[in-house]
T-cell receptor, first 115, second 115 residues
Framework: GAGVSQSPSNKVTEKGKDVELRCDPI?????LYWYRQRLGQGLEFLIY????????KSGLPSDRFSAERTGESVSTLTIQRTQQEDSAVYLC?????????????FGNGTRLTVT | AQSVTQLGSHVSVSEGALVLLRCNYS??????LFWYVQYPNQGLQLLLK??????LVKGINGFEAEFKKSETSFHLTKPSAHMSDAAEYFC?????????????FGQGTTLQVKP
């Protein structure tokens, strides 16, 4: 079956521009997570969605970052007024259950480069 | 706060040699622990997980990890490295008492396998 799909795979943008990253989770997965992976660093949690519950936004680094999810389907991560430090690989993961023991299924990520 | 530390950002072994990737966690309560692998140009995938059952956990591709509470460690091993094991490996922890699948990841270890 199809895995987690992320688009675009690569994005180059100028400093100050807004960008939108998309994630299509595995069908039926109720939980969806966004992580950021900076060069040479581990994954940094950004935000997660579970069904119709309020999202956990505790990892968003600034108010320039926001994310939405429609029901249990597509999610978009928006970065406004991009800065060079936003350059990273943005990873989306989904999980069938919102439980810590339920493994995460990751997409291949979107590599964002801010020039 | 919970944290995960992977000792060694790069590990190089010869084909057929023992693989040992180190991971230590910091938590007042033993967490659930995971190892994920990221092959070149692919998304992260689960290797194995510890969820408070057996302390020695076996995963895919011949990898295993042992949870040692006294050492707060969850090191990943494989008796004999294959060229195909070359990848980046991430250790991650989640709160066993949590109702969320949010994980804290280590910085990652790149495994190089020499012929």
């Amino acid at each position: 079956g199809a895995g987690v799909s992320q688009s675009p795979s690569n994005k180059v943008t100028e400093k100050g521009k807004d960008v939108e990253l998309r994630c299509d989770p595995i069908s039926g997965h109720t939980a969806l997570y966004w992580y950021r992976q900076r060069l040479g660093q581990g994954l940094e949690f950004l935000i997660y969605f579970q069904g119709n519950s309020a999202p956990d936004k505790s990892g968003l680094p600034s108010d320039r970052f926001s994310a939405e999810r429609t029901g249990e389907s597509v999610s978009t991560l928006t970065i406004q007024r991009t800065q060079q430090e936003d350059s990273a690989v943005y990873l989306c993961a989904s999980s069938p259950l919102d439980r810590v023991a339920s493994p995460l299924h990751f997409g291949n990520g979107t590599r964002l480069t801010v020039t | 706060a919970q944290s995960v530390t992977q000792l060694g950002s790069h590990v190089s072994v010869s084909e057929g040699a023992l693989v040992l990737l180190r991971c230590n966690y910091s938590s007042s309560v033993p967490p659930y622990l995971f190892w994920y692998v990221q092959y070149p140009n692919q998304g992260l995938q689960l290797l194995l997980k510890y969820t408070s059952a057996a302390t020695l956990v076996k995963g895919i591709n011949g990898f295993e990890a042992e949870f040692k509470k006294s050492e707060t460690s969850f090191h990943l091993t494989k008796p004999s490295a294959h060229m195909s094991d070359a990848a980046e490996y991430f250790c991650a922890a989640g709160r066993a008492s949590s109702n969320t699948g949010k994980l804290i990841f280590g910085q990652g270890t790149t495994l190089q396998v020499k012929p």
